[in-house]
């Protein structure tokens, strides 16, 4: 079934990305990361001594705080903070610096869809520049069923509104930082099998879902790509573009 989307893109067709890292002067770590026109900025701070309260003091800890594009902070914005603090923490290292806290800013630059896929792309190049010791990196996807059962990727804020139900997926992708060459598991678990985050809005079925998780799975491939591509130290640039 082909589908007529209003930006001309095919169902399983990704909006251009585009990624910068090292963009701010002050922070450890920093990146841009953008689909289409949704734009996210994440700075990283960290690590610094200390650990908050009911934080367990013999790892490390991640502090995720969320900045709107405009207004103050509000049930939403605490509910993507919770949950890119637990995708984080699940990537990193937190048996390396114990009794330290990494910060991680999200600032909202532009929202036309798919913003906490956003966040969490631009998070993980943002700790890849901060020299964050990592498992692996992580990609993230969103993709949107409609009343009629078809399946969208990466939807537009106009698109997202019109859906029946979305997801967010959230993949691990190759090993990188502290790990040595060759290996296979951290900590006894593979690296680059399952899921990492997986977060449903709205009613689908199973069958939809198991969907929903294998066009997403496939398309992060060319996300995985462009990601690794995007933070090579060799590279010219840290500025990298694919369409």
Request: hydrophobic content about 35%; glycine content about 6%; some cysteine.
């Given at each position: 079934?082909?589908?007529?989307?209003?930006?001309?893109?095919?169902?399983?067709?990704?909006?251009?990305?585009?990624?910068s890292?090292?963009?701010?002067?002050?922070?450890?770590?920093?990146a841009?990361?953008?689909?289409?026109?949704?734009?996210?900025?994440?700075?990283?701070?960290?690590?610094?001594?200390?650990?908050?309260?009911n934080?367990?003091?013999?790892?490390?800890?991640?502090?995720?705080?969320?900045?709107?594009?405009?207004?103050?902070?509000?049930?939403?914005?605490?509910?993507?903070?919770?949950?890119?603090?637990?995708?984080?923490?699940s990537?990193?290292?937190l048996?390396?610096?114990?009794?330290?806290?990494?910060?991680?800013?999200?600032?909202?630059?532009?929202?036309?869809?798919?913003?906490?896929?956003?966040?969490?792309?631009?998070?993980?190049?943002?700790?890849?520049?901060?020299?964050?010791p990592?498992?692996?990196?992580?990609?993230?996807?969103?993709?949107?069923?409609s009343?009629s059962?078809?399946?969208?990727?990466?939807?537009?804020?106009?698109?997202?509104?019109?859906?029946?139900?979305?997801?967010?997926?959230?993949?691990?992708?190759?090993?990188?930082?502290?790990?040595p060459?060759?290996?296979?598991?951290?900590?006894g678990e593979?690296?680059?099998?399952?899921?990492?985050?997986?977060?449903?809005?709205?009613?689908?079925?199973?069958?939809?879902?198991?969907?929903?998780?294998?066009?997403?799975?496939?398309?992060?491939?060319?996300?995985?790509?462009?990601?690794?591509?995007?933070?090579?130290?060799?590279?010219?640039?840290?500025?990298?573009?694919?369409?």
């Amino acid at each position: 079934m082909e589908i007529d989307r209003d930006d001309g893109r095919t169902a399983n067709q990704l909006r251009p990305l585009a990624c910068s890292c090292n963009v701010l002067n002050r922070a450890h770590g920093s990146a841009s990361w953008s689909q289409g026109d949704t734009k996210i900025l994440a700075a990283v701070y960290g690590p610094k001594a200390g650990t908050k309260k009911n934080e367990n003091p013999e790892k490390a800890s991640i502090e995720v705080i969320w900045k709107p594009k405009t207004g103050q902070i509000g049930k939403l914005e605490r509910e993507c903070e919770m949950i890119l603090k637990r995708t984080l923490q699940s990537i990193c290292i937190l048996t390396i610096n114990p009794n330290t806290t990494t910060s991680i800013v999200v600032q909202v630059i532009h929202d036309d869809g798919a913003l906490l896929p956003c966040a969490i792309n631009a998070s993980c190049a943002a700790l890849v520049d901060a020299g964050i010791p990592l498992k692996h990196l992580a990609v993230a996807i969103s993709c949107c069923l409609s009343e009629s059962g078809y399946v969208i990727l990466d939807p537009t804020k106009l698109e997202e509104q019109k859906m029946k139900a979305s997801v967010h997926l959230v993949f691990p992708n190759s090993p990188v930082s502290v790990i040595p060459e060759g290996s296979t598991q951290v900590g006894g678990e593979p690296l680059e099998n399952g899921i990492i985050t997986s977060l449903t809005q709205g009613a689908m079925s199973v069958d939809d879902y198991i969907h929903c998780l294998e066009r997403g799975r496939a398309a992060t491939a060319k996300m995985s790509a462009f990601l690794r591509r995007s933070l090579q130290p060799q590279l010219p640039t840290d500025s990298s573009k694919v369409g």
